[in-house]
């Protein structure tokens, strides 16, 4: 299916099932700038209200309908839904904060300490679960006190490892997102490529918090968490 396709879709059945929504992120940037979903954008954004609608809510109403849902964070204030393997589409629940409208992921420092510690520590604990898994008496002589003490040892330090493993993922990563002030935040309907959408009212302003004032001219390069202006930590 063409994204424009799985947009409507998506639309469609939140639509249906009485969800405000809008469009939001890198999706909403294409469709005011450029009047398409940029093609190199690899997700398809909707912001929803996490007082209005909860995750599971979204998961079981879209897992009923042939998508499904990618593994994230439990702390990520998005559910990713996946259809026909390959499309993505993310539905962030933004919350209210003082006023501000607020969505946040987690997500690693960007130096290549941390994303080489991170490997290091999660290769540490698959490694672990593994060999719980792999433990075969093949020579009962030969083995048996090898595998006894691995046996062991999974246990001795089995919460020792996943601690320090959690200490060193609150060390390397960092909860962030983008913020906006509540009063640019009232949805209106769009017409898009002759379908209604929902977009934010105010979305020029939306856009210049979150890609700077020259959000109008294309930039492939963009990382988010290094130039957006709007960033809430």
Same mark, same amino acid.
């Given at each position: 299916m063409?994204?424009?396709?799985?947009l409507f879709e998506v639309c469609d059945i939140l639509k249906i099932n009485s969800i405000n929504y809008w469009i939001c992120h890198g999706t909403l940037l294409g469709i005011v700038r450029e009047n398409r979903i940029l093609p190199w954008d690899n997700d398809i954004d909707i912001g929803v209200w996490?007082?209005? @609608?909860?995750?599971?809510?979204i998961i079981k109403i879209f897992k009923s309908l042939g998508f499904s849902i990618e593994p994230t964070n439990d702390k990520d204030q998005s559910i990713h839904l996946i259809k026909n393997d390959k499309d993505k589409v993310?539905?962030? /629940?933004?919350? @209210?904060?003082?006023?501000?409208a607020v969505v946040r992921w987690m997500i690693k420092k960007?130096? /290549? /300490?941390?994303?080489?510690?991170?490997k290091i520590f999660e290769g540490l604990i698959k490694n672990r679960l593994e060999l719980s898994h792999s433990v075969q008496l093949k020579s009962f002589l030969g083995n048996a006190l090898w595998y006894i003490g691995s046996i062991m040892s999974y246990f001795? /330090?089995?919460n020792y490892i996943d601690n320090l493993v959690n200490k060193v993922r609150e060390e390397s990563y960092i909860y962030t997102g983008y913020s906006y002030p509540i009063e640019l935040m009232? @949805? @209106?309907?769009?017409?898009?490529?002759?379908?209604?959408?929902?977009?934010?009212?105010?979305?020029?302003?939306?856009l210049e918090l979150t890609y700077g004032e020259k959000w109008e001219i294309p930039n492939k390069n963009y990382i988010w968490e290094d130039e957006a202006k709007n960033l809430y930590v």
């Open positions: 063409k994204k424009d396709e799985i996490a007082h209005e @609608v909860s995750k599971n809510d993310d539905i962030n /629940f933004y919350e @209210v904060i003082e006023n501000t960007n130096d /290549f /300490f941390n994303k080489f510690k991170i001795m /330090f089995k009232d @949805v @209106v309907e769009f017409n898009f490529k002759g379908k209604t959408i929902q977009l934010p009212q105010h979305k020029e302003k939306i």
